[in-house]
């Protein structure tokens, strides 16, 4: 269960980015690109975390949880209203999937079923891009920094909690 609670926390960043995003064409290419984007990247960082477990194993729990609450501390202190990104839509996907895999480096360090997670954080970044991408002029601004201090938050005790 905690795999797929991880995997929606994971996918709330696309959502609060996506909602600042100005007018984009093609929503239903873009949530897939940015989906996939969110399995390949925890994919190689599950075996990333699973092999530095091995070589780590006395650390890795204190190590997977430090990194986890780095990230969430991260987006606790980058949340603000924010102005769309000059990127084009497609490199935007890659900068947003890149967290993910430091995310998963601490789950597989930590041993978590992989599969499961990615399937979650896939599917879950599909559904919420594609809504982010569809009900974003219909959205206050401030759902969008209110999202990513909610993903921070959780992210920062999943961490916090892994430790002890």
């Known amino acids: 269960m905690q795999e797929i609670i991880a995997g929606v926390i994971t996918a709330l960043d696309v959502l ?8 984009v064409r093609f929503r239903f290419a873009l949530s897939c690109w940015t989906a996939g984007l969110h399995v390949l990247f925890p994919l190689i960082g599950f075996y ?14 204190m190590l997977s949880g430090a990194l986890l609450s780095l990230i969430g501390l991260q987006l606790l202190l980058s949340a603000r209203v924010k102005e769309p990104p000059n ?12 967290d993910t895999f430091s ?10 079923q992989k599969s ?11 559904i919420f891009s594609y809504i982010a991408l569809s009900i974003k002029r219909k ?26």
């Open 103 to 112: 995310v998963s480096v601490s789950f597989g360090m930590l041993q978590l």
């Open 87 to 98: 990127l084009s839509p497609i490199l935007l996907a890659v900068t947003a999937s890149l």
């Open 16 to 23: 609060a980015l996506f909602l600042i995003l100005p007018k």
């Open 116 to 126: 499961l997670f990615i399937m979650s954080t896939g599917i879950t970044t599909f």
């Open 48 to 61: 990333v975390g699973e092999w530095a477990a091995q070589y780590l194993i006395t650390i890795a729990k």
């Open 139 to 164: 959205t206050p601004a401030n759902l969008g920094i209110m999202l990513q201090i909610i993903a921070g938050v959780a992210l920062l005790l999943m961490g916090i909690l892994s430790i002890f």
